[in-house]
């Protein structure tokens, strides 16, 4: 099994208030944790940057302009109560989409089986017409239509495993029955979204999961519904919204999932990808705030992307 790591090399461009949890750290705590020899056998790609025009894609059409007109010539600006954005946030954006799409082709290409790019700001709250949740573009989203214009998939399956619901990919794809989304997401917590009536064209899947709630309550939700949907979907391409911010430690949310949980769901969707879709998964990284929790829940996805087994990792 080749994986592809993505990394992004202007990553600090994208700069948040002081105490803001989606900061740059995140991104250096998973170089450090994927920099030990555990990963030696990974292969490693800089984020090209693409034209944000894709945005257009899956964004409406005085989306972008919204988000330049925000963006300060220096400092930091803001889009809305949580969600800010800095001079150089757009230029983080376009490296975040152009490694999500270079990861996205080397999987189509069979360069790699699967891939995980390490990239921010996050996208999944990023509604069609609006900004949020510290999300400014929907990377996986366009990542998805990309996949459909550029590549042939007809059938897309998203899988969001952050602890908040992806209100933006739900809201872009509600009524396209070619893409299926499935989000397993604490409830009640924001965005407030992701009740399980929420079911769009029969393409939308959403399993809240209750406040102090562990791996095993995951686990029989997934077996219980998200497996057998994919399943039953039988994507062409795998995409995941993987965040990390159920991490028992994270400071954002209270699900009690520890590291081996992420690394057993992981290997669920792998199983699936092997069955349906040649193993073509590629991942890109949502939340997760602590960073710790981050670098422990990143570092058991990608070891099982890797070889199917966790092998010797300890926190």
Not at 91 to 98: K, N, Q, V
Not at 246 to 262: G, K, Y
Request: glycine share 8%; net charge negative.
């Amino acid at each position: 099994m080749t994986t592809l790591l993505i990394s992004q090399q202007n990553f600090e461009s994208h700069v948040t208030p002081e105490g803001h949890p989606e900061r740059a750290d995140r991104i250096r705590a998973i170089e450090d944790a994927l920099a030990r020899s555990r990963f030696d056998e990974l292969l490693r790609r800089d984020a090209p940057s693409v034209d944000l025009a894709l945005a257009e894609l899956v964004h409406g059409p005085r989306y972008m302009q919204r988000l330049r007109d925000a963006r300060p010539a220096e400092g930091i600006g803001q889009v809305d109560a949580d969600t800010f954005i800095s001079s150089g946030s757009l230029d983080a954006a376009a490296t975040a989409l152009g490694g999500a799409l270079a990861a996205l082709e080397a999987v189509v290409l069979g360069e790699a089986d699967n891939a995980f790019c390490a990239i921010r700001p996050p996208g999944h709250h990023a509604e069609r017409d609006t900004p949020m949740g510290f999300c400014l573009v929907n990377t996986i989203a366009i990542a998805a239509r990309e996949a459909q214009r550029k590549h042939g998939a007809e059938r897309i399956a998203i899988v969001d495993f952050d602890v908040h619901h992806g209100n933006g990919t739900q809201d872009i794809f509600q009524d396209d029955p070619n893409i299926f989304y499935a989000s397993s997401h604490q409830f009640p917590l924001y965005p407030g979204t992701g009740h399980p009536s929420e079911t769009g064209v029969g393409n939308i899947l959403n399993v809240p999961l209750p406040p102090h709630s562990d791996g095993s309550a995951m686990r029989d939700a997934y077996r219980d519904s998200v497996l057998p949907a994919l399943i039953d979907f039988s994507p062409d391409i795998m995409l995941i919204s993987a965040g990390f911010d159920a991490d028992h430690r994270d400071p954002l949310a209270q699900l009690d999932w520890v590291p081996d949980d992420f690394a057993w769901l992981t290997g669920k969707l792998m199983d699936i990808a092997e069955r349906a879709c040649g193993n073509r998964i590629v991942s890109l990284l949502e939340g997760g705030y602590d960073l710790k929790g981050l670098a422990g829940g990143v570092s058991h996805h990608v070891a099982m992307l890797m070889d199917g087994a966790v092998g010797d990792l300890k926190e």
